[in-house]
């Protein structure tokens, strides 16, 4: 039988369809480097088929934006619940950030350099706001006032962040290799953000 089918996708296979031949496109040439009509030709489905569900290109990244929001917090709840102290726990974050980052490369890619407006999104806000909840625990604990916790957050997420960067890059070795390594680094460093310099 053929694999691609240009007529006769139920709804939600056409969409999820367009979502993984995106998701693979965004792989290969990163967020900006595909249009709609390519992603529909590697979905097996016609140029018109997306906007049945997407009005444009830029829909159908929010959406890959909002399911890369929603595994971070599937990947992020659990390495945290494995902690029950608050500096445990933002530096099991940062670990399973740069793990994320390394699984999920074109989905982090996506979350983060495409420059989509979250207010024309909300849905994709929302996600986000999950994300950023699943924070703000620790951090209270840490840190009473409500500013000062969103500051911690911040500054634990652009630490681990850098990390991911820096492996995604080379910095570190191969990065298969220094995966290991660099979320060692990564949950170390949050550790001492978030203790004043003090290692664990």
Not at 79 to 90: H, I, K
Not at 165 to 171: K, N, V
Request: no cysteine; glycine share 10%; proline share 4%.
């Amino acid at each position: 039988m053929p694999t691609a089918r240009p007529t006769g996708h139920h709804h939600g296979d056409l969409r999820n369809a367009l979502v993984r031949a995106a998701l693979e496109l965004v792989a290969e040439r990163g967020a900006q480097g595909f249009t709609l009509a390519e992603a529909s030709r590697r979905a097996g489905v016609s140029v018109a088929a997306p906007y049945k569900h997407f009005a444009d290109k830029e829909a159908l990244l929010a959406e890959l934006a909002r399911t890369g929001y929603e595994r971070q917090y599937e990947r992020f709840s659990a390495a945290m619940a494995g902690e029950r102290d608050p500096v445990e726990q933002l530096a099991a974050f940062a670990a399973a950030y740069v793990q994320f980052s390394a699984d999920s490369r074109a989905l982090f890619d996506i979350t983060f350099a495409t420059g989509l407006d979250k207010q024309l999104y909300p849905e994709l806000g929302r996600a986000g706001d999950r994300v950023l909840e699943l924070l703000r625990e620790p951090a209270a604990r840490l840190v009473r006032d409500p500013a000062g916790a969103l500051d911690l957050i911040h500054a634990v997420g652009a630490t681990a962040h850098g990390f991911a960067a820096f492996l995604a890059e080379g910095i570190f070795g191969d990065p298969a290799g220094a995966l290991e390594p660099t979320k060692r680094r990564a949950r170390d460093a949050a550790r001492r953000l978030v203790t004043g310099g003090r290692s664990g």
